[in-house]
């Protein structure tokens, strides 16, 4: 047994933080006090209450605006927890930020906006009133705890918004590459619309609105971290392929541990984010800082995406390209990374404040040191022991089980 948890914990990829790394990345973290240029807010973490800078977000600048918020249930976010409540009032709470980065879109952005059964009514409503609605994407969460009277939870919503009819959207950079079951042929001999490789047998397929090939990050992962609803890199990756060119800007307000702005570094986009919590803000900033090393996205390679569970062809798929590249004229044997590999494959078919108070979230953790300055860039971020009674942004950091 314990050269089993062993095994495990030497396989343990999660991300975390020493206390050096959290005075370090805290350091980098933005705090905005008036309207921001966007040059002041862009390529950073911005650590503060989204609605302290709901105000004071550039305009006319965002092609990509991805909402993650707390969904319609009770849920821990390290030191803040948000409840659950009546569709009703999800709504209302929605409409008291939603409406206010409107302003920050290009004319021709996209909007996707996170949930599940609980909360997609309220933001169904909340969407058809201010853009055009295009579709709903539903991906499967592969786990998920089995109810006894009731069904399984294991599927989550992923909206899709435009705010005109002109809009970004490659399809082509957002394939699916599936292993073929019923392998026919032309009349010729010739694969029928696959494609046979060393690696298997393939079929390109278009995306389409049922996603089942995504994995949660969990422990033996490279992306994971310990916060609990963190999306996977892939997801990231699908949508801003689809709705995004290279050097194009993302907004995520509730950044959390910074996915969207990883997965935007990785493939050469720039980005704004924003999270309440200090040590979700040093978690990205240290992802971030690994993605300078290592642009890779697990689930996304050659410029297209896999379906799960099958990272051993994907490293036979790599091993083989490696090879190949060897072989031919440069005999670099360099492998490219997503961005170039999507610059060089793709092809393009443009069509085309309320002061704090609004955010409901029950605060309550606070820290020695905080005077309630407490998350500005290099004035002292604080981690320790959480205090119920002094309301607070939240620092110091209790871990949770990831999941909805
Ligand atoms: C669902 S999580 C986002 C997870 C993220 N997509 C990821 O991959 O890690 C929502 C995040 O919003 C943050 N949050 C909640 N209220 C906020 C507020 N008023 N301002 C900024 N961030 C907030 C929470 O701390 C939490 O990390």
């Given at each position: 047994?314990?050269?089993?948890?062993?095994?495990?914990?030497?396989?343990?990829?999660?991300?975390?933080?020493?206390?050096?790394?959290?005075?370090?990345?805290?350091?980098?973290?933005?705090?905005m006090?008036?309207p921001?240029?966007?040059?002041?807010?862009?390529?950073?973490?911005?650590?503060?209450?989204?609605?302290e800078?709901?105000?004071?977000?550039?305009?006319n600048?965002?092609?990509?605006?991805?909402?993650?918020?707390?969904?319609?249930?009770?849920?821990?976010?390290?030191?803040?927890?948000?409840?659950?409540?009546?569709?009703?009032?999800?709504?209302?709470?929605?409409?008291?930020?939603?409406?206010?980065?409107l302003?920050?879109?290009?004319?021709?952005?996209?909007?996707?906006?996170?949930?599940?059964?609980?909360?997609?009514?309220?933001?169904?409503?909340?969407?058809?009133?201010?853009?055009?609605?295009?579709?709903?994407?539903?991906?499967?969460?592969?786990?998920?705890?089995?109810?006894?009277t009731?069904?399984?939870?294991?599927?989550?919503?992923?909206?899709?918004?435009t705010?005109?009819?002109?809009?970004?959207?490659?399809?082509?950079?957002?394939k699916?590459?599936?292993?073929?079951?019923?392998?026919?042929?032309?009349?010729?001999?010739?694969?029928?619309?696959?494609?046979?490789?060393?690696?298997?047998?393939f079929?390109?397929?278009?995306?389409?609105?049922?996603?089942t090939?995504?994995?949660?990050p969990?422990?033996?992962?490279?992306?994971?971290?310990?916060?609990?609803?963190?999306?996977?890199?892939?997801?990231?990756?699908?949508?801003?392929?689809?709705?995004?060119?290279?050097?194009?800007?993302?907004?995520?307000?509730?950044?959390?541990?910074?996915?969207?702005?990883?997965?935007?570094?990785?493939?050469?986009?720039?980005?704004?984010?924003?999270?309440?919590?200090a040590?979700?803000?040093?978690?990205?900033?240290?992802?971030?800082?690994?993605?300078?090393?290592?642009?890779?996205?697990?689930?996304?390679?050659?410029?297209?995406?896999?379906?799960?569970?099958?990272l051993?062809?994907?490293?036979?798929?790599?091993?083989?390209?490696?090879?190949?590249?060897?072989?031919?004229?440069?005999?670099?044997?360099?492998?490219?990374?997503?961005?170039?590999?999507?610059?060089s494959g793709?092809t393009?078919?443009?069509?085309?404040?309320?002061?704090?108070?609004?955010?409901?979230?029950?605060?309550?953790?606070?820290t020695?040191?905080?005077?309630?300055?407490?998350?500005?860039?290099?004035?002292g971020?604080?981690?320790?022991?959480?205090?119920?009674?002094?309301?607070?942004?939240?620092?110091?950091?209790?871990?949770s089980?990831k999941?909805?």
């Open positions: 047994m314990a050269v089993e948890e062993d095994k495990k914990s030497s396989r343990n990829r999660t991300i975390t933080l020493t206390e050096e790394e959290k005075e370090k990345y805290s350091k980098l973290l933005h705090v006090e008036g921001a240029a966007l040059e002041e807010i862009e390529n950073k973490t911005t650590n503060q209450d989204l609605f800078v709901l105000d004071w977000l550039p305009r600048c965002v092609d990509l605006l991805f909402l993650d918020p707390p969904y319609n249930l009770d849920k821990e976010f390290n030191r803040t927890v948000f409840k659950q409540r009546s569709t009703e009032a999800y709504l209302k709470w929605l409409e008291t930020w939603f409406p206010k980065l302003p920050t879109l290009k004319p021709n952005a996209s909007v996707y906006f996170c949930g599940e059964w609980r909360s997609s009514t309220a933001i169904h409503l909340l969407l058809e009133k201010y853009l055009k609605v295009r579709n709903r994407i539903t991906w499967e969460r592969e786990k998920g705890r089995g109810a006894l009731n069904w399984k939870n294991c599927s989550e919503d992923i909206w899709f918004c705010v005109g009819d002109e809009y970004t959207f490659n399809a082509d950079a957002v699916l590459k599936r292993r073929v079951i019923a392998p026919y042929r032309t009349e010729s001999g010739r694969p029928k619309d696959w494609l046979e490789t060393s690696e298997g047998n079929r390109l397929t278009h995306p389409s609105n049922l996603w090939d995504l994995t949660v969990f422990w033996s992962m490279p992306e994971n971290t310990d916060h609990p609803t963190q999306k996977p890199e892939k997801l990231l990756a699908k949508l801003i392929l689809a709705s995004t060119n290279p050097g194009d800007l993302v907004l995520d307000p509730f950044l959390g541990s910074g996915t969207t702005s990883v997965v935007a570094k990785k493939l050469g986009r720039r980005y704004i984010g924003i999270e309440l919590d040590y979700y803000c040093c978690l990205a900033e240290k992802r971030l800082a690994l993605a300078e090393e290592d642009s890779s996205i697990q689930g996304y390679q050659d410029g297209v995406f896999w379906e799960r569970n099958t051993s062809m994907q490293r036979a798929s790599q091993r083989g390209r490696i090879r190949r590249l060897k072989g031919c004229q440069d005999g670099s044997g360099q492998s490219s990374s997503p961005a170039q590999t999507e610059k793709r393009d078919s443009r069509h085309h404040q309320n002061g704090g108070t609004g955010t409901e979230l029950y605060r309550y953790s606070h020695s040191s905080c005077s309630k300055g407490c998350p500005a860039s290099g004035r971020v604080d981690f320790r022991t959480p205090r119920p009674d002094l309301p607070c942004r939240g620092f110091g950091h209790r871990g089980p999941g909805r």
